[in-house]
């Protein structure tokens, strides 16, 4: 635990959603039904899809994350050279819809908000793909909503979307604890003034470029022992 994490200063506490509260590897499933060696698809797939969004925000070119995920997924299929009709191709990146939700979410998010924190998602994802995760998850009647990037055409790690996620949860940035798996995301929410959790759930070494998150925890069960709930 870092001991710049203040938990008395939390009110409200945000969630990324991709490899956070559902494992995008789940995707390789998806992709091992048609192709014989998913795995290096996959991970190309999801890096050039992060890749996409980075470059986004630099040139004004904001279009929707399954958009963007959609031609990440048809970059990794030709840089492997596996040819699938854009149907075979669809129906794979539909598993984005309804990735596997990690044991720790429901319990967790549920323990948060029974203690009083309002809890909300806060993704790159679309509107539409937020929707259908929290239903799959089953954790709608415990968060307070859900906060896409379409809402202000920018992605993750821009200090303007986690502003524009404090204005939408009416709390001040520093009583924000933002949490995910994603190191990017460590490093925007800690520029924008938010408090960053890092959820470390693969024991990966911590990254030397960026400031360190304010605290890591290997599983969302952790946030809630922090917070002494």
């Known amino acids: 635990m870092s001991a710049d994490f203040d938990p ?5 506490v945000t969630f990324d959603s991709y490899s956070t509260l559902v494992d995008v590897e789940a995707a390789e499933q998806a992709l091992k039904e048609r192709v ?14 992060l890749a996409y969004t980075f470059v ?23 840089a492997h050279d596996v040819g699938l ?13 309804e990735l596997d939700v990690f044991d720790d979410v429901r319990e967790s998010i549920d323990r948060l908000d029974t203690a009083g924190y309002d809890c909300y998602v806060l993704s790159n994802g679309n509107p539409e793909m937020l ?14 909503d859900t906060i896409s990037a379409a809402e202000v055409s920018t992605f993750k790690p821009a200090a303007e979307l986690y502003q524009h996620g404090a204005a939408r949860t009416g709390t001040p ?18 520029h924008a003034g938010a408090q960053a959790v ?9 990254e030397p470029f960026g400031p ?18």
């Open 85 to 97: 009709s854009p149907s075979e191709r669809d129906e794979i990146l539909a598993v984005y819809h």
């Open 8 to 12: 008395d200063r939390v009110q409200t």
């Open 56 to 78: 986004a925000n630099q040139i004004d070119a904001y279009q929707p994350f399954y958009e963007m995920n959609r031609d990440a997924l048809q970059y990794a299929l030709d």
């Open 173 to 190: 940035i520093d009583e924000i604890a933002h949490v995910t798996a994603g190191w990017f995301d460590v490093v925007g929410a800690v």
């Open 131 to 144: 929707s259908t995760m929290v239903e799959h998850t089953g954790i709608g009647d415990v968060i307070a």
């Open 36 to 49: 014989e060696n998913p795995r290096p698809i996959s991970r190309l797939w999801r890096s050039r899809s």
């Open 198 to 206: 890092w959820v470390n759930r693969k024991a990966t070494p911590s």
């Open 212 to 229: 360190d998150p304010h605290l890591t925890v290997e599983t969302l069960t952790g946030v809630c022992d922090v917070l002494d709930i």
